[in-house]
């Protein structure tokens, strides 16, 4: 079974673009959720998806938003960046969220110049 | 607010000894504990995990205990390998939450 897939993996973007990542989860996981992680605040999430609706959302900006698709691939959307938006963002996947096993992605590695 | 505290933030040891990696949250109704393992430039991978209805599991090598009353729980890896060497996060979340909070993780260095 192929694991949880993001792209892409690398992205160099300057500050005020916006840039968007993708995800595909385990075939059958219908949970997505997404995580930041910096090396000074380690991992914070950032919201988690469910048959297109979104459960819960982190303490981030608007400028981060996020949708999933009926087929639970997700997509999140960061505008107007800023230098300290850089960091990996990963993705995960479970069977229906809540408490339930998460599998992560290998992320997406963004830096702002 | 909710937090998982983790301690120590690095952790060596010698190759064949144990380590152990200790979690404390915030949140009295967290009830699932996963604990991943993170290696340079990957992605973090669910090692173990516990639910608030046991005390203690084992796989192998690697066991987590779990106290509610004190509200920690920690991650015990015995007869460590050179491949065990990474940074490991605990994690707590609670019913109907939908996310992971995550410790500032444990970087492991065991020595051949």
């Not at chain 2, 066991?63 to 490991?88: G, M």
Request: charged share 20%; with cysteine.
């Amino acid at each position: 079974k192929a694991g949880v897939t993001q792209t892409p993996r690398y992205l160099i973007k300057t500050r005020g673009q916006q840039v968007t990542l993708s995800c595909s989860p385990i075939s059958g996981h219908r949970s997505v959720s997404w995580y930041q992680q910096t090396p000074g605040q380690g991992l914070q999430f950032l919201f988690e998806y469910f048959s297109e609706t979104q459960r819960n959302k982190g303490n981030f900006p608007g400028r981060f938003s996020g949708r999933q698709f009926s087929n639970s691939r997700s997509e999140m959307n960061v505008s107007t960046l800023e230098l300290g938006d850089s960091a990996l963002y990963l993705c995960a996947s479970s069977l229906f969220g809540g408490n339930q096993p998460q599998h992560f992605g290998d992320g997406t590695r963004l830096s702002i110049l | 607010g909710e937090n998982v505290e983790q301690h120590p933030s690095t952790l060596s040891v010698q190759e064949g000894d144990s380590a152990v990696i200790k979690c404390t949250y915030s949140d009295s109704a967290s009830n699932y504990f996963p604990w991943y393992k993170q290696e340079l430039g990957k992605r973090p991978q669910l090692i173990i995990d516990i639910r608030s209805n046991v005390g203690e599991k084992k796989d192998q090598r690697i066991a987590v205990t779990l106290n509610k009353t004190a509200k920690h729980f920690s991650l015990h890896i015995t007869e460590t390998q050179p491949e065990d060497s990474a940074v490991y996060f605990c994690a707590a979340s609670r019913d109907s939450s939908y996310k992971l909070i995550f410790g500032s993780g444990t970087r492991l260095l065991v020595r051949p």
